[in-house]
């Protein structure tokens, strides 16, 4: 068995682990541990009101809605991910939130967008670059549908610096590593980017790094391992007997208020030269 990211490969899942993962991103999207982080540059990706923002790889469009609803954002905001389960969700949840005017949802593969070159003034991707086939293909393609002078943020985790406590360290190592293994296609790419692009034509304005740390309770990182340990066992990297193990002393941490877990986490903000 090898692992598959599940978001890269979540057109091949079933009805139930799709709702698993709609449910999971949209409570990722109420958790302040991590809107906090969107906020930080959603700012920047509005050049001027009446901007025209995409974002790749949108899941059930949580970003997409927020930017939407930001007061200083009057223009469009569209969303493409590659899971029509997704996109669903989005309109549906667009149309709830009454900004279904203002949001435009699609499905597509970032890889080869459906938009003409120089569309948008700031194209962004949240937590997507991890999961993609092919990073490289996407930043290029980010940059091609964006105008010069434009926006392009990327937002993501350095997964490989996730982490949760576990009493026998190197036990716990392992699982660390087991749980990126299957959850993530592309967990350090976010060291990549400083040298990427540049060779796609793309200039930094600023970048930050933010450690996401849970320390006695867990919201964040319990969403997260309910949802993704699973597959730790799916791509035959541990057995389910001490995947089982480790989650219920996670889980018994959380209860008894000596959890712990931390992961960091960058944003770049570039302009297409
Ligand atoms: C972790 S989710 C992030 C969703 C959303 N950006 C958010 O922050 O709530 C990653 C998303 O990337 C999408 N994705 C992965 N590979 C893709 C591709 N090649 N083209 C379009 N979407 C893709 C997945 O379907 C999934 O919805």
């Given amino acids: 068995m090898v692992a598959r990211d599940p978001h890269r490969f979540v057109n091949e ?3 139930a682990a799709i709702a698993r993962l709609i449910a999971r991103l949209e409570s ?11 906020d930080k540059y959603a700012a920047h990706l509005s050049p001027h009101p009446s901007a025209q923002v995409l974002e790749l790889g949108c899941g059930t469009g949580a970003m997409t ?4 609803h930001r007061d200083d954002f009057s223009g469009k905001a569209f969303g493409v991910d590659q899971s029509a389960s997704f996109i669903d969700a989005a309109r549906r949840f667009a149309e709830t939130e009454n900004i279904g005017e203002r949001v435009d949802f699609r499905v597509g593969d970032a890889h080869s967008l459906d938009f003409p070159a120089e569309t948008f003034d700031a194209v962004f991707a949240h937590t997507l670059i991890s999961h993609v086939t092919d990073p490289t293909t996407v930043l290029r393609e980010m940059v091609r549908v964006v105008r010069p002078g434009g926006i392009v943020a990327i937002f993501d985790g350095d997964y490989a610096s996730m982490t949760y406590a576990f009493p026998d360290h190197e036990f716990g190592h392992r699982m660390d590593a087991a749980l990126v293994t299957a ?16 060779e796609l034509g793309l200039t ?4 930050w790094g933010d450690a996401v740390s849970e320390i006695g309770t867990a919201s964040y990182f319990r969403s997260f391992v309910e949802t993704y340990a699973p597959y730790i066992v799916k791509a035959g990297l541990f057995s389910a007997e001490a995947v089982g193990l480790w989650l219920t002393a996670q889980r018994q941490s959380m209860e008894d208020g000596t959890f712990f877990a931390s992961c960091n986490y960058y944003t770049y903000l570039a302009c297409r030269t």
Avoid at 183 to 198: A, K, Q, T, V, W
Avoid at 204 to 207: D, R, S
Wanted: no cysteine.
């Fill in 13 to 15: 899942l079933d009805d």
């Fill in 28 to 38: 990722r999207a109420k958790d302040l541990v991590f809107t906090k982080l969107f």
């Fill in 65 to 68: 809605r927020f930017l939407a």
């Fill in 183 to 198: 959850s993530f296609n592309n967990p350090r790419i976010m060291r990549d980017l400083p040298r990427l692009m540049p």
């Fill in 204 to 207: 930094l304005q600023a970048a």
